[in-house]
């Protein structure tokens, strides 16, 4: 199993809303990435997990709380997020921090109105 | 042929042609390079790396070099098929640091 699963696929949510984004692999991959990418953009590292422990958060705004239930899952909380956070939230694992080469999800479509 | 649109840059080629996607790096210390297909609605998917102490390497229809002297980084794939249609980024990465992403170009294949 290859893959990186996400849920939802599209989300739509008000600014005073509170909502999770979930990201899953089964891979045995040690390591962890949220991305966000804006249209025709590359993605932009949010934060990394290394054995589920935060290991960098690019000065991602604190309406964003990632967490890292266990090995295989890893969560995005969303709570009080703006227009402008409208963007495609990519998930990725990889064997190890060590190991570059990334496995990405499908994504989450976020909308916030 | 090649053409820069308002946000990224795009390739049109004939089924069959051979196609080069090209890259310019930004940082000379980068030791590992990724190229990424990202399909319409899909996320990137991994096609071919290349460590700094190589300036070339093969996989199936792709070919990736890599050239330090200018800091540039090229995909060729050959015989392009209209499954090939999506945007392509270069990544490159130093050290135990993290990938960074460049701009990006666009290959539509046309039959």
């Known amino acids: 199993d290859t893959e990186v699963t996400q849920t939802p696929k599209h989300l739509v949510m008000g600014m005073t809303n509170k909502k999770s984004l979930k990201c899953e692999q089964h891979m045995g991959h040690r390591a962890m990435y949220w991305y966000k990418q804006k249209a025709k953009k590359p993605p932009e590292l949010m934060f990394v997990y290394s054995y589920e422990k935060l290991s960098i958060n690019e000065s991602v705004p604190s309406r964003f709380s990632p967490e890292c239930p266990n090995s295989s899952l890893l969560n995005l909380h969303l709570h009080a997020l703006q227009p402008e956070d409208s963007a495609l939230y990519l998930c990725?694992?990889?064997?190890?921090?060590?190991?570059?080469?990334?496995?990405f999800g499908p994504g989450t479509r976020l909308t916030v109105t | 042929g090649e053409s820069v649109g308002l946000h990224l840059p795009t390739l049109s080629v004939q089924e069959g042609d051979n196609s080069i996607i090209n890259c310019a790096y930004s940082n000379s210390a980068s030791d590992y390079f990724i190229w990424y297909k990202q399909e319409s609605g899909k996320g990137p998917q991994f096609i071919i790396d290349?460590?700094?102490?190589?300036d070339k390497r093969q996989g199936q229809r792709v070919t990736v070099l890599l050239n330090k002297t200018v800091k540039h980084l090229s995909l060729q794939i050959a015989a392009t098929q209209p499954g090939d249609s999506a945007v392509y980024f270069c990544?490159?990465?130093?050290?135990?640091?993290?990938?960074?992403f460049g701009k990006g170009t666009m290959l539509l294949v046309s039959p």
């Open positions: 990544a490159e990465i130093e050290g135990y640091s993290t990938l960074t």
């Open positions: 990725a694992s990889s064997q190890d921090r060590d190991i570059y080469e990334q496995y």
């Open positions: 290349i460590r700094s102490n190589m």
